[in-house]
């Protein structure tokens, strides 16, 4: 069995390694994810009930009802969210990934990313920025008038200009971004760079409004997670591509909700894997104490299951000033992480370690053996709905999940 499932994993390894994931459109998630209700909400993390879910996951909830016209405020909204004409579905259910609350519903633009290598495709929400957002469960007017302009006025320019440009090779920006500086989540501030130098020159050629056109640069200017939208989907398809291999024991999902953390292994289908979300240990905003902080929560998470983000933590030294720690820390968490994969990423490269490749593949049996659990970095939200963000830090995902995830492979595939 041993190998067996070796050279299942390196099936795995090797269908995440060649991925090629290629941004070729801005759509709607009604017209772009698959099985897309009007009536439907997607949300970060595995499966959770309206009574289960967490307060900014029920705040975002709430905002996206308002923002869809199906609600007038925050108690029609509430009602309507606990009457069960909702239906409540994860992001990874759907081709999707969500950050933080990760919601999304019908009118919501979405970017389209294919995995060029395999066919494998995935979407996410364009990033609202940072502070009071949706994703953190703030829902004010402010809040939705910003949604609102994002649909009506950013996404058709920015539609016009991908068009214009033509597909964007998402590897390479994020391999470039890697050696600028980021890690993938929560440092994207050279990501971001890279995609306005690409996109720029065919926005100002657009027949727009010019006071349009500034405002659409100034946001993305202003905007260092704008990045991060697009590395999630880019993720999502490259890691797809390695599920449902018999005797793989690679890890194809992470993801929180805010009341569980979830994972999904690759020879063992769609089932999931859970346990409690933890507590993130990390730096907070002036006026707020680990005392607001809600659990854990989010599907940006899917940039550690590719080998980038926590991971990756040693090209990004500078990522301690938004979630804590030290340099030398920065290095340790990727040093650390090559314990617990089954390859190096040949395209993701880390300067300060000599341009070795960022560790890739997380196995779940060397996760259990050694006891190191992924290393994740993440924003924090409050726990109250619509609040909305108060500070970034680091997070450990439950043992729990590792380990009911173990025993049924070994109950499906022998000791």
């Not at 041993?2 to 390694?17: C, F, G, H, P």
């Not at 923002?67 to 925050?74: I, P, Q, Y």
Request: net charge negative; glycine share 10%; charged share 25%.
């Amino acid at each position: 069995m041993k190998a067996k499932m070796e050279e299942a994993n390196q099936e795995a390894a090797s269908r995440i390694l060649k991925g090629k994931p290629t941004l070729i459109d801005i759509s709607t998630a009604g017209e772009a994810i698959p099985e897309m209700k009007k009536n439907m909400i997607l949300h970060a993390g595995p499966p959770v009930t309206w009574d289960r879910m967490c307060g900014p996951m029920r705040g975002a909830i709430m905002g996206g009802l308002m923002l869809e016209g199906m609600a007038d405020n925050k108690e029609e909204a509430e009602e309507l969210a606990a009457s069960g004409d909702i239906v409540f579905e994860p992001c990874h259910h759907h081709s999707s990934v969500g950050p933080m609350a990760g919601v999304v519903t019908w009118s919501m633009p979405v970017w389209v990313i294919e995995n060029r290598t395999f066919g494998t495709r995935a979407h996410c929400t364009l990033n609202e920025g940072l502070g009071k957002v949706l994703r953190y469960g703030a829902f004010s007017k402010d809040v939705i008038d910003r949604l609102k302009w994002m649909a009506e006025e950013l996404t058709p320019i920015l539609r016009k200009a991908l068009l214009g440009h033509g597909e964007i090779d998402m590897k390479t920006l994020i391999s470039q971004a890697l050696q600028m500086g980021d890690e993938g989540h929560n440092r994207n501030r050279a990501g971001t760079s890279l995609l306005i130098r690409e996109l720029a020159p065919h926005i100002v050629l657009l027949d727009e409004d010019r006071e349009k056109i500034s405002k659409v640069l100034a946001f993305l200017h202003a905007n260092d997670h704008f990045f991060l939208n697009l590395t999630m989907p880019s993720c999502k398809c490259t890691v797809d591509a390695a599920a449902d291999i018999e005797g793989s024991s690679v890890i194809v999902t992470m993801a929180r909700n805010g009341t569980d953390f979830g994972i999904r292994v690759s020879g063992l289908g769609d089932r999931w894997f859970t346990g409690p979300a933890g507590t993130v240990d990390g730096l907070y905003l002036p006026g707020f104490s680990a005392e607001d902080a809600a659990r854990d929560i989010g599907d940006s998470v899917i940039t550690e299951t590719a080998g980038i983000g926590g991971f990756a933590m040693a090209a990004a030294p500078a990522i301690v000033k938004f979630v804590g720690g030290s340099a030398r820390d920065a290095l340790n968490f990727t040093r650390q992480m090559y314990e617990i994969t089954v390859t190096e990423n040949d395209s993701y490269q880390i300067p300060g370690l000599d341009f070795r490749g960022t560790p890739t593949a997380i196995d779940l049996v060397k996760v259990v053996e050694t006891g190191i659990l992924p290393a994740i970095n993440t924003g924090i939200a409050h726990k109250e709905p619509g609040v909305g963000m108060v500070g970034a830090g680091l997070v450990k995902p439950p043992e729990k999940c590792f380990h009911d995830a173990l025993e049924a492979f070994v109950e499906k595939y022998g000791d």
